[in-house]
């Protein structure tokens, strides 16, 4: 089983509508999350990080379930500009390695 | 701006032919990793550097070495390039234990893009 699972989609959205996601992560010892964003070849760029109350960072909201073990993304009034694959991004406990989903890909329309 | 480079962005070798990419910071990190990616595949890391130890990941080819000659500086050899080593190579750092609020956080170079014939 992979540490780090994520629907690799694609989502195909019109601009406006709002898009969400999940990923699901296997150790439950975790303990910070992230979701980065990776333009098409181009490098993994932080997006957020993931706090057990849930955050939001203007149009984006990230929500914590550890006892389902599951962290999501949600994208309100999608841009053209959203198009991209979202990594979902796990960080152990006691380590600094990351984890990392293979991604999710939006694609947002006109 | 304080940031990670690499170099070159586009790699081509030949089956065989060693090649070395390079990546350098600025950032003042003392962890310095390699990743290889390929297409629609999650970054895999191939191993790190925590100052000047080097952390080999169970599962890298031996085909594949680093060096860090210093804080600034860290390479990815490929002895050998095979055809299924043409992939985006990632470097990135961190800064673990430095008690800043983005210690968690890998901060990418552009990768380079390695094609092999």
């Known amino acids: 089983r992979k540490e780090v699972e994520q629907d690799p989609g694609p989502f195909n959205v019109p601009e406006g509508a709002t898009v969400a996601f999940n990923c699901t992560y296997s150790?439950?010892?975790?303990?910070?999350f992230f979701w980065y964003r990776q333009d098409c070849r181009k490098e993994p760029k932080l997006l957020m990080s993931?706090?057990?109350s849930g955050n939001e960072d203007g149009r984006f909201t990230a929500q914590l379930n550890r006892a389902s073990q599951y962290i999501s993304l949600l994208i309100r009034d999608s841009k053209l500009s959203d198009s991209a694959t979202y990594l979902c991004v796990v960080l152990p406990a006691n380590d600094y390695k990351l984890s990392f989903g293979a991604g999710t890909t939006v694609t947002v329309r006109a | 701006d304080a940031m990670v480079i690499q170099n070159p962005r586009y790699q081509v070798t030949q089956f065989g032919k060693p090649v070395t990419l390079s990546c350098s910071q600025t950032l003042n990190h003392n962890v310095m990793y390699w990743y290889q990616q390929k297409s629609s595949q999650a970054p895999k890391l191939l191993f790190h550097y925590y100052d000047k130890d080097f952390n080999n990941e169970a599962d890298t080819p031996d085909n594949f070495q680093s060096r860090r000659p210093n804080t600034s500086f860290c390479f990815l050899d490929i002895r050998s390039p095979g055809l299924g080593d043409a992939a985006m190579y990632l470097c990135?750092?961190?800064?673990?234990?430095?008690?800043?609020?983005?210690?968690?956080?890998?901060?990418f170079g552009p990768g380079t893009r390695l094609l092999v014939l």
């Open positions: 993931v706090y057990s």
């Open positions: 150790n439950s010892a975790s303990q910070s």
């Open positions: 990135a750092t961190s800064s673990p234990g430095s008690g800043g609020h983005d210690q968690e956080t890998q901060y």
